[in-house]
């Protein structure tokens, strides 16, 4: 397998946003992430983004809905724009959960399961995670191993 170009990791995932530029700022204050690039279309619409946490990158956009989807043939939405549904969540390894999960909810974070440790038992690891869910309606699990490889 050939290296990724520089600076990108093997796959980056896509979240789109009703108002993704006030999201990309809320997703650097909430959960500690850094803006690499974003690229404004016509009236500020976020036509791309890419935001860094250490070694690992998303990209955030707007959605595309109706004509705005043509490009692609399928529409790509937030949560708030199909009721809340998620069709995958993010998984994010930090170095302090419950220093992130008390940032996450100072700014706002909904934190649907507190920090707690999941076990898989001694041939495997053991994690302390929470789970939240951003202004939008994202779902975020946040993991910092404490045992295992």
């Known amino acids: 397998m050939n290296?990724?170009?520089?600076?990108?990791?093997?796959?980056s995932s896509a979240l789109y946003y009703r108002e993704?530029?006030?999201?990309i700022g809320w997703l650097c204050d909430a959960f500690g992430f850094e803006l690499r690039l974003k690229v404004e279309g016509d009236d500020g619409r976020i036509?791309?983004?890419?935001?860094?946490?250490?070694?690992?990158?998303i990209m955030v956009g707007q959605e595309r809905i109706g004509a705005a989807a043509a490009r692609w043939g399928v529409e790509l939405k937030s949560p708030l724009s199909v009721g809340g549904a998620n069709t995958q969540g993010m998984m994010v390894?930090?170095?302090d959960v419950d220093a992130h999960c008390a940032q996450a909810r100072a700014k706002g974070a909904k934190i649907v399961d507190?920090?707690?440790?999941?076990?898989?038992?001694?041939?495997?690891?053991?994690d302390r995670s929470y789970g939240a869910v951003d202004?939008?309606?994202?779902?975020?699990?946040?993991?910092?191993?404490?045992?295992?490889?």
Not at 20 to 23: C, I, Q, S, T
């Open 20 to 23: 993704a530029n006030k999201m």
């Open 3 to 11: 290296n990724t170009p520089k600076g990108w990791p093997r796959i």
């Open 93 to 95: 390894h930090v170095d």
């Open 135 to 149: 202004p939008e309606g994202h779902f975020w699990w946040f993991t910092q191993r404490i045992r295992g490889s």
């Open 47 to 57: 036509e791309h983004s890419e935001l860094t946490y250490g070694d690992a990158m």
């Open 114 to 126: 507190e920090p707690s440790v999941h076990d898989y038992g001694e041939d495997y690891w053991a």
